[in-house]
C-alpha cells in the first residue's frame, strides 16, 4: 500500500502492525487484526474510542475496546462451538489504499477471504472497510456477493466508546425502538437509557441517530443501511470474567453498535453490494 503525508504503518511491542493517522484534523489507529480502530482523537477533543487498560495486543486474540467488526455473525451462533461475534476480528486485513482528500484522510482495508474457514463462510464474496477520518469518523463495511447465489449474514461495528462515569451517562435516541434483552422481549424502550445494571440490549427499528450524554459531552453516533443496534454495560460480575478488562471498567465504557441483526439481518444477492456505515463525533 502507498502511504501518504498523514499515514505510516507502525508496531507494537507484541508485533501487531497498525495504520497511524496523523492529520491536520485528527488522530487515529486501526489495526490490521480485526481492521479495529482503536483511536480516533479529533483536533483539540478529546479521544472518542475506548481501549481496556489492560489489552496486551496479542496476535489472534480479539481486542478489548475500539470498533471490533462481528462478521458474519453478531454474537453467539446457532452452533455455541462457533466463535461469538464471527472470526474477521482476529484474522490479518490488507491494508488496500489511502487517499488523502481535503475533508478527511480515507483508509481502505480488505478481509482476504483466503483467510475465512470454508466452514464458517462457504460463499465466494469479498469484504471490505473503509475509514473516513476528518472531524468525524465514518465507518463504513461493504460485503459484496460475488456467487451465484444469494447469502445472508448477521454483523456489527462494535463501538466501545468512554465516559468518566457510567453513573452519570445515557443514551438518547432509542425512544420508539423494540429491545429483546438476555432473550426476553421484545420490549418497548420508552425513556433515554441510564446505566444501573448488566445491560445488554438488542434494538430493531432504531432511529438512525443517538447521542451519548457523558460528563465529558456528547457523543452523536449515527448509522446507515442499519435498523438495528446494540448497547451493551458488563457490570459488576460480568467485568470479572470478561477477557483484557479490568473489574472496574464497566464504569469508563459503554458499547453502542452499528448492527444488522435478528429480523435486520441482510440478504445480499449475486452481483451486489450492502454498506453498513456508522459516523461518530462529539456533538
Ligand atoms: O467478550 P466479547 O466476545 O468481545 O463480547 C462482548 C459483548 O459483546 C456484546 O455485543 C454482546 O451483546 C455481549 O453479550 C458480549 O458479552
Request: aromatic content about 10%; overall charge negative; hydrophobic content about 40%.
Amino acid at each position: 500500500m502507498e502511504l501518504s503525508a498523514s499515514v505510516s504503518i507502525q508496531r507494537t511491542d507484541s508485533g501487531l502492525e497498525y495504520i497511524q493517522v496523523d492529520s491536520a484534523l485528527c488522530r487515529g489507529k486501526v489495526f490490521l487484526q480485526g481492521a479495529q480502530l482503536t483511536e480516533f482523537t479529533p483536533k483539540g477533543q478529546g479521544n472518542l474510542i475506548w481501549v481496556s487498560a489492560d489489552e496486551d495486543y496479542i496476535e489472534g486474540k480479539a481486542v478489548r475496546g475500539g470498533i471490533p467488526i462481528c462478521w458474519p455473525w453478531f454474537g453467539v451462533h446457532s452452533d455455541p462451538q462457533w466463535p461469538i461475534h464471527g472470526v474477521a476480528r482476529k484474522l490479518i486485513w490488507r491494508a488496500e489504499e489511502v487517499i488523502e482528500h481535503d475533508t478527511h484522510v480515507e483508509v481502505r482495508l480488505s478481509l482476504p477471504m483466503t483467510l475465512v474457514d470454508d466452514t464458517y463462510w462457504p460463499h465466494q464474496s469479498k469484504l471490505e472497510v473503509t475509514f473516513l477520518f476528518g472531524q468525524s469518523i465514518e465507518v463504513r463495511l461493504t460485503n459484496t456477493n460475488l456467487g451465484q447465489n444469494a447469502f445472508t449474514l448477521t454483523q456489527a461495528l462494535h463501538a466501545y466508546f468512554p465516559t468518566p462515569s457510567i453513573n452519570e451517562t445515557s443514551v438518547d435516541g432509542l425512544q420508539g425502538a423494540q429491545y429483546i434483552e438476555f432473550g426476553q422481549g421484545p420490549f418497548l424502550q420508552e425513556e433515554v437509557v441510564h446505566f444501573a445494571r448488566e445491560t445488554d440490549m438488542v434494538y430493531t427499528q432504531a432511529p438512525a441517530t443517538q447521542m451519548i450524554n457523558t460528563p465529558d459531552g456528547r457523543i452523536e453516533v449515527s448509522r446507515e443501511n442499519s435498523q438495528s443496534c446494540v448497547l451493551w454495560n458488563p457490570w459488576v460480575e460480568k467485568s470479572q470474567r470478561l477477557s483484557n478488562f479490568k473489574d472496574d471498567e464497566y464504569l469508563s465504557m459503554l458499547c453502542l453498535e452499528a448492527a444488522n441483526v435478528m429480523d435486520d439481518a441482510i440478504v445480499v444477492n449475486p452481483g451486489e453490494s450492502h454498506t453498513l456505515s456508522t459516523r461518530i463525533r462529539w456533538a
